[in-house]
RNA sequence: GUCGCCAUCGUCUAGUCUGGCCUAGGACACUAGGUUUUCAUCCUAGAAACACGGGUUCGAAUCCCGUUGGCGAUACCA
């Protein structure tokens, strides 16, 4: 059976990598009918913090990229030792406290002759993998085919700090050979990691795993996506109003493609089409305004009801809704403009004022006079004052007040001011939307502010 | 430096394995026009790429070699 992971390490918040690498992980899985592993990579006691460990794990959840089993890697030391003691036991392994020369593959000449010595013999001490010399290590990469690799190249890599403290390369093969992980799905970045983890498996003489390099995402100056360039953690894009199934869909179009020119897939569309075999190589640069773009169209095909539930679990850090505002009204006009979540505030501010705040020159269409413009406003109010409360809705609104502009030779000379009386912007929705939103009383009171003001 | 991986519009990419259907397709962004009181949406159109040099072949974006460029790895991090 088919059976994949991902292995974060709890050095930093769920990463937008990481998580694409999770993705196509729980893909490749879901495709096979297999099943998906989370291991929480912390043999690194001083880097790794519980708060990020429980980022990751819910903002994995929140992707909605559900494992099967879940391990974490300092609750596994006893099995790590097992194995440690096992190659040490065998002479593939050996005790060393060198200070290797930096850039140079090392080779220990010192305690390879001294490894019959079983036992740290000082405290500094680490564990050395007994790499032979000028040996090839060809790998097939189902993203790549074959890689070659010479351990002349690679040294005596170390696999332990001690017996209690497994370095990465160790812990991985053997955590991936006990969990019975089938297929290795990770960055390209891992490929120099290869050949060390093929040694190792030959030495604990266990069955390898299929390997799968896929590419990774780049920032805007084609280096490894980080954080100083642009926000990295998916928590953050889940905080701008990012939505879950937008970011995933966004992710697995960051490398793989399918075979039609199709764009917009659920996560269920994802793993019917998913393959291995259609990753790309090269990097791909991290696009904010594809992220945009499709984010704007889910959000744009969301139920409107989700819709409003999502925004409202925002409005602690935003504005109080009057009672007598239609919210769900609001969100309905203005989510054609956003982008993501967040901009929706920004969007509709106007309605949830009590008193708008412009210069009267913004009321003015075109060249219109004072008294143009007076009369205008009247008009608004006359016809709008004309609807009863029962007929009060869009599509009424919208008819009068274009059936009595109809006659007028300049449209702009109506809606204009009636718009910028109820926006108070040079920029909003449509004078019928608002006044629909708004209601009776206020849009009327709106319009009176203006005349008011003139 | 060394080792490895990679290379199609500004970006994400299709096409490469199985050479001809490619005058290189789509999407985002951009530009122009249309719809619209404004913005956004929507519609139409446009500009925009096979890194370079050699081969192989009747024919190369596609296969081979080299060059250049980019990235990654070179930890007692993962």
């Given at each position: 059976m088919v059976k994949t992971r991902i292995a974060p390490a709890p050095t930093g918040a769920l990463h937008i990598g990481s998580a694409r690498t999770a993705l196509f992980n729980y893909l490749f899985a879901k495709k096979n009918s297999g099943s998906f592993v989370l291991r929480i990579e912390d043999t690194d006691k001083e880097r790794s913090k519980p708060e990020f460990e429980r980022d990751i794990i819910e903002n994995l959840e929140w992707l909605g990229l559900k494992w099967d089993e879940f391990y974490k890697q300092s609750k596994r030391r006893e099995i790590y030792k097992k194995y440690l003691k096992q190659i040490l036991d065998e002479g593939k392994a050996f005790w060393c406290d060198c200070a290797p020369e930096k850039g140079k593959p090392f080779f220990c000449q010192k305690h390879k002759k001294t490894m019959n010595n079983k036992q740290q013999t000082k405290n500094n001490c680490i564990i050395r993998f007994n790499m032979p010399k000028n040996k090839e290590i060809i790998f097939k990469d189902i993203i790549r085919n074959n890689v070659k690799f010479n351990t002349n190249d690679i040294g005596d890599f170390s696999i332990a700090k001690n017996l209690d403290s497994p370095l990465y390369n160790f812990a991985v093969v053997v955590d991936d050979y006990e969990m019975k992980i089938t297929h290795i799905i990770r960055g390209e970045d891992g490929i120099s990691n290869t050949p060390k983890q093929i040694l190792l498996y030959d030495a604990l003489s266990f069955e390898k795993p299929e390997f799968a390099h896929i590419p990774l995402i780049l920032d805007t100056d084609k280096s490894?996506?980080?954080?100083r360039k642009n926000a990295v953690a998916i928590g953050d894009y889940k905080e701008q109003g990012y939505l879950r199934e937008a970011l995933i869909n966004f992710l697995a179009l960051l490398g793989w493609h399918p075979k039609d020119e199709k764009e917009i897939f659920s996560l269920e569309d994802l793993i019917k089409e998913f393959?291995?075999?259609?990753?790309?190589?090269g990097g791909a640069i991290f696009n904010l305004q594809k992220l945009n773009d499709i984010n704007r169209q889910y959000i744009s095909k969301m139920r409107i009801k989700d819709l409003c539930e999502l925004l409202k679990s925002q409005i602690t850090i935003n504005k109080q809704i009057g009672k007598n505002i239609n919210f769900q009204n609001i969100v309905e006009i203005e989510r054609g403009r956003m982008n993501k979540l967040s901009d929706f505030w920004e969007l509709s501010d106007y309605y949830f004022k009590d008193k708008l705040e412009y210069e009267k020159e913004l009321l003015i269409w075109g060249k219109m006079s004072k008294n143009d413009l007076k009369k205008s406003l009247e008009n608004s109010y006359n016809i709008l004052n004309g609807i009863s409360e029962k007929d009060w809705n869009l599509e009424n609104i919208k008819n009068i007040l274009m059936d009595k502009t109809g006659k007028i030779n300049n449209r702009g000379e109506l809606l204009w001011p009636l718009r910028v009386s109820l926006s108070g912007k040079k920029f909003s929705a449509s004078p019928f939307e608002i006044s629909w939103a708004l209601g009776k009383e206020m849009t009327l009171k709106r319009i009176n502010e203006a005349i008011d003001k003139v």
């Amino acid at each position: 059976m088919v059976k994949t992971r991902i292995a974060p390490a709890p050095t930093g918040a769920l990463h937008i990598g990481s998580a694409r690498t999770a993705l196509f992980n729980y893909l490749f899985a879901k495709k096979n009918s297999g099943s998906f592993v989370l291991r929480i990579e912390d043999t690194d006691k001083e880097r790794s913090k519980p708060e990020f460990e429980r980022d990751i794990i819910e903002n994995l959840e929140w992707l909605g990229l559900k494992w099967d089993e879940f391990y974490k890697q300092s609750k596994r030391r006893e099995i790590y030792k097992k194995y440690l003691k096992q190659i040490l036991d065998e002479g593939k392994a050996f005790w060393c406290d060198c200070a290797p020369e930096k850039g140079k593959p090392f080779f220990c000449q010192k305690h390879k002759k001294t490894m019959n010595n079983k036992q740290q013999t000082k405290n500094n001490c680490i564990i050395r993998f007994n790499m032979p010399k000028n040996k090839e290590i060809i790998f097939k990469d189902i993203i790549r085919n074959n890689v070659k690799f010479n351990t002349n190249d690679i040294g005596d890599f170390s696999i332990a700090k001690n017996l209690d403290s497994p370095l990465y390369n160790f812990a991985v093969v053997v955590d991936d050979y006990e969990m019975k992980i089938t297929h290795i799905i990770r960055g390209e970045d891992g490929i120099s990691n290869t050949p060390k983890q093929i040694l190792l498996y030959d030495a604990l003489s266990f069955e390898k795993p299929e390997f799968a390099h896929i590419p990774l995402i780049l920032d805007t100056d084609k280096s490894k996506l980080s954080k100083r360039k642009n926000a990295v953690a998916i928590g953050d894009y889940k905080e701008q109003g990012y939505l879950r199934e937008a970011l995933i869909n966004f992710l697995a179009l960051l490398g793989w493609h399918p075979k039609d020119e199709k764009e917009i897939f659920s996560l269920e569309d994802l793993i019917k089409e998913f393959s291995l075999e259609r990753v790309k190589k090269g990097g791909a640069i991290f696009n904010l305004q594809k992220l945009n773009d499709i984010n704007r169209q889910y959000i744009s095909k969301m139920r409107i009801k989700d819709l409003c539930e999502l925004l409202k679990s925002q409005i602690t850090i935003n504005k109080q809704i009057g009672k007598n505002i239609n919210f769900q009204n609001i969100v309905e006009i203005e989510r054609g403009r956003m982008n993501k979540l967040s901009d929706f505030w920004e969007l509709s501010d106007y309605y949830f004022k009590d008193k708008l705040e412009y210069e009267k020159e913004l009321l003015i269409w075109g060249k219109m006079s004072k008294n143009d413009l007076k009369k205008s406003l009247e008009n608004s109010y006359n016809i709008l004052n004309g609807i009863s409360e029962k007929d009060w809705n869009l599509e009424n609104i919208k008819n009068i007040l274009m059936d009595k502009t109809g006659k007028i030779n300049n449209r702009g000379e109506l809606l204009w001011p009636l718009r910028v009386s109820l926006s108070g912007k040079k920029f909003s929705a449509s004078p019928f939307e608002i006044s629909w939103a708004l209601g009776k009383e206020m849009t009327l009171k709106r319009i009176n502010e203006a005349i008011d003001k003139v």
